[in-house]
């Protein structure tokens, strides 16, 4: 028996080393919000982001914060950390949708306990399938020659040699020619995949994505609204030689099985937020897995905290046909983790535990902290 003692979820904003261009929002900071779960003594960590606010999800930090630190608090606290199931299904019933916030307090609460037990998270979780997983880069600078030369300074360190170019927000001319040119920069050196964040519509991702195909790309990611699973089926059917993934429109176990069902992509992106934590992604990774759909470890642009979470369950869920993109504390200018992750030879390595394999930063956490300033200043 661990009996959960307090819960706090704590929002924070933390700088980017450079503005992030996506088709929805442009980002020079992350919101994330760290949930901290107090039991038996020990401490344990989860966390959620959004990007830019409500824009990419229905979720904001400050409803994050609200949901995790009171709703789900309150049928949480002296509650018995070690019955994981019993927490999840508890938490999953206790507030309608909200998954990020669920999903930070469900890996706050599987990390208070892989501490107790002196374990890795990932070992509480049946043990890794493996301990580094390819890392892929977004180049999203909005600009092709700094991209470039980002990618060839990844490829150098051998960081990444898998690069996203984040699409849509630009005239789709504009956005082919771009991703063009980088695909010949990196021509058999690296992948390119595209994510065009649901900005296009089915006319203008069917006349698009076969000249992205020819250019080299080999996976365009959610072309169209998460909703439109008809659109992503005939998308797929029309190009073949492209790995169109689902990442918006699959959040739930329904929503994966639906598009199976349908036959509307060849690629999944996982996201623990998503599906509002460790039962959830389980049961997305398990239906793609039954049919055939290549996995992608997708973020949410996590700092430290929140990646090695993922990282850890990632680990244990089988073959990543697509890698994962687990680089948001790279993008960070700075961290709420006391250690860093670890990444070399194109691969992000599962740390050493207990738990998720570091620790929060508290003077860091007091500093960025956003829930103690009221007053919004221009920047
Ligand atoms: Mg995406």
Redesign the pocket.
């Known amino acids: 028996m661990l009996p959960i003692e307090r819960i706090e979820a704590i929002p924070a904003r933390v700088p980017t080393i450079r503005p992030h261009h996506l088709s929805f929002a442009t980002v020079d900071a992350m919101d994330v919000v760290i949930v901290r779960v107090t039991a038996g003594g020990i401490e344990g960590y989860g966390e959620a982001s959004t990007i830019g606010g409500p824009r990419?999800g229905e979720e904001s930090p400050e409803g994050i914060a609200a949901i995790a630190g009171h709703y789900l608090a309150e049928v949480m606290l002296g509650q018995d950390a070690m019955a994981l199931n019993a927490a999840e299904d508890r938490i999953a019933r206790a507030v309608r949708g909200n998954y990020f916030a669920k999903a930070a307090l469900c890996m706050a609460i599987h990390d208070v306990v892989a501490r107790a037990k002196g374990m890795r998270l990932a070992d509480l979780l049946g043990g890794p399938l493996s301990t580094a997983l390819p890392l892929a880069w977004t180049l999203a600078s909005g600009d092709t020659a700094r991209d470039i030369e980002e990618g060839e300074r990844m490829l150098g360190l051998r960081r990444h040699r898998d690069f996203k170019l984040k699409i849509g927000a630009k005239a789709p001319e504009v956005d082919v020619a771009h991703v063009s040119a980088i695909a010949r920069a990196f021509a058999g050196r690296a992948s390119i995949r595209v994510?065009v964040?649901q900005a296009w519509d089915e006319p203008t991702a069917a006349r698009w994505l076969p000249a992205l195909s020819d250019a080299g790309v080999t996976m365009a990611?959610?072309p169209v609204a998460g909703w439109n699973v008809p659109a992503m089926a005939r998308l797929q059917r029309a190009n073949p030689r492209l790995a169109i993934?689902g990442?918006?429109g699959i959040a739930t176990p329904q929503d994966a099985q639906r598009h199976v069902t349908e036959a509307a992509c060849h690629a999944v992106?996982l996201k623990p937020a998503k599906h509002g934590g460790v039962a959830g992604t389980r049961a997305v990774a398990a239906i793609a897995r039954t049919a055939g759909l290549g996995l992608y470890g997708?973020t949410m642009l996590e700092g430290t905290i929140g990646t090695l979470a993922s990282l850890h369950l990632y680990s244990t869920l089988g073959e990543y046909a697509w890698g994962t993109e687990l680089f948001g504390p790279l993008l960070l200018r700075d961290s709420l983790a006391t250690t860093a992750i670890e990444v070399r030879d194109f691969a992000i390595h599962l740390p050493e535990g207990p738990g998720i394999g570091t620790g929060l930063d508290a003077d860091k956490l007091e500093h960025f902290r956003t829930d103690r300033r009221r007053t919004l200043v221009p920047a």
Do not use: F, I
């Open positions: 990419w994510d964040n990611e959610q993934m990442d918006e992106a997708g």
